[in-house]
């Protein structure tokens, strides 16, 4: 029973250089998101997705772009990385309900951008 | 706009011994309210959630927490700590507006030690 599964697990970029980290759900899931974590300010919300096909912006979107091909997938990418895009990445999903429902977490890709 | 505020950064508590962690909340309506425990190198995981009736709310792990609408507050307890409950807990509110659901405002989290 998977779950959640981010891949890859760590990364080191360049400034400047691009790169896309894959989020991988088996349980069903209608909605996906890609927060980040940092230090002292919980997570935040970066995109998020309601459905195959579809993409919204969350809390802090800029230098980030998301696309959700597949139902299972939610990919988010770098363009063109920066050291304030060093952090802890994670995925989440969750279904559908009369109210909001428990998000389910992958283990997280922890990226450092030198 | 909905918040989230976890005034207590670090923790440490003795093994054993009774917790408390305090969440204050501000959302306008009636409000979705988690809490989540990470463990190093993990994801979060749900320890209890609340969206209506019953006030008080148990949990995994031993865990309770009561919604006080009063104090806009969502406090994590648990009687007797484990050495295993050390993590960072956090707490989460969220809300039912149509379109996305689900988008979870996150406090900043509370680092829990546990001493021997």
């Known amino acids: 029973n998977a779950g959640v599964t981010q891949t890859p697990k760590f990364r080191v970029l360049k400034t400047g250089q691009s790169m896309t980290l894959l989020c991988a759900q088996d349980m069903n899931h209608e909605y996906m998101y890609w927060y980040r974590q940092d230090p002292g300010m919980g997570l935040r919300l970066i995109h998020y997705?309601?459905?195959?096909?579809?993409?919204a912006k969350g809390e802090v979107p800029d230098g980030y772009n998301v696309s959700r091909l597949k139902k299972q997938n939610f990919l988010l990418g770098l363009e063109s990385a920066a050291p304030s895009q060093t952090s802890v990445y994670f995925c989440?999903?969750?279904?559908?309900?009369?109210?909001?429902?428990?998000?389910?977490f992958g283990n997280g890709t922890r990226l450092t951008v030198t | 706009a909905q918040s989230v505020t976890q005034p207590d950064i670090h923790i440490t508590v003795s093994e054993g011994a009774s917790l408390e962690l305090r969440c204050n909340y501000s959302?306008?309506?009636?409000?979705?309210l988690f809490w989540y425990v990470q463990s190093p190198g993990q994801g979060l995981q749900l320890l209890l959630k609340y969206f209506s009736g019953d006030t008080l709310v148990q949990g995994i792990k031993g865990f309770e927490a009561e919604f006080k609408r009063s104090q806009s507050s969502f406090n994590l307890r648990k009687p007797s700590v484990h050495w295993s409950d050390a993590a960072e807990y956090f707490c989460?509110?969220?809300?039912?507006?149509?379109?996305?659901?689900?988008?979870?405002?996150f406090g900043t989290g509370t680092l829990l030690a546990v001493q021997p």
């Open positions: 997705s309601v459905g195959e096909g579809t993409t």
């Open positions: 989460a509110v969220g809300s039912n507006y149509g379109g996305a659901t689900n988008k979870l405002i």
């Open positions: 989440a999903s969750s279904s559908t309900g009369t109210g909001p429902s428990p998000l389910h």
């Open positions: 959302y306008g309506a009636t409000p979705y």
